[in-house]
């Protein structure tokens, strides 16, 4: 069962780049790890005339692609189902699971804190969150990191799933 971290934040705050490093960090340090970028509006992936498109165009409701080395799935969920759900779904094989967004998921979740002027989501009702990736200081006690410190956030999620699976 993958150790599952969503990584939350304002919109621009940095997510994707520290999730970017943190891929190299866990990658040097041999753990296996998927992505789960998590959005609140809809996708597509497909294109429109291409089979795959055609096929569930037609009403197929799962759709693979694939190649050697590759493959691509596109599947019309029954219910809605949040990523922790799909995590252990697709991803079960793997160590670690790190999703972009999700705030509302029962995991636990490390901030990027950016330039906004909204208030930091640790600040603002967001629950689980363990520790703040930002370049400013931030209240609170929570574990803090530099939004480049990928190596010290990714220590810290070990260290929480070494903790978690004793």
Do not use: Q
């Not at 498109?53 to 759709?63: E, I, P």
């Not at 969150?129 to 939004?147: K, T």
């Amino acid at each position: 069962m993958p150790f599952i971290v969503s990584i939350v934040g304002r919109s621009g705050s940095g997510k994707t780049t520290l999730i970017e490093k943190l891929i190299g960090h866990f990658n040097e340090r041999g753990h296996k790890i998927a992505i789960i970028k998590h959005l609140r509006h809809d996708f597509d992936i497909d294109h429109p005339g291409k089979d795959t498109w055609r096929y569930r165009a037609a009403g197929c409701g799962g759709v693979a692609i694939t190649n050697d080395r590759e493959c691509a799935l596109v599947e019309r969920l029954g219910c809605p189902s949040g990523s922790v759900e799909l995590a252990l779904r697709y991803f079960g094989h793997y160590d670690i699971v790190l999703v972009e967004g999700d705030k509302e998921a029962d995991v636990f979740k490390v901030e990027v804190v950016g330039d906004s002027t909204e208030a930091p989501l640790f600040d603002s009702g967001t629950g689980n969150i363990v520790a703040v990736a930002s370049d400013m200081p931030v209240p609170g006690g929570l574990p803090h990191f530099a939004r480049n410190d990928a190596a010290g956030v990714g220590r810290f999620i070990e260290n929480l799933l070494f903790e978690t699976s004793r």
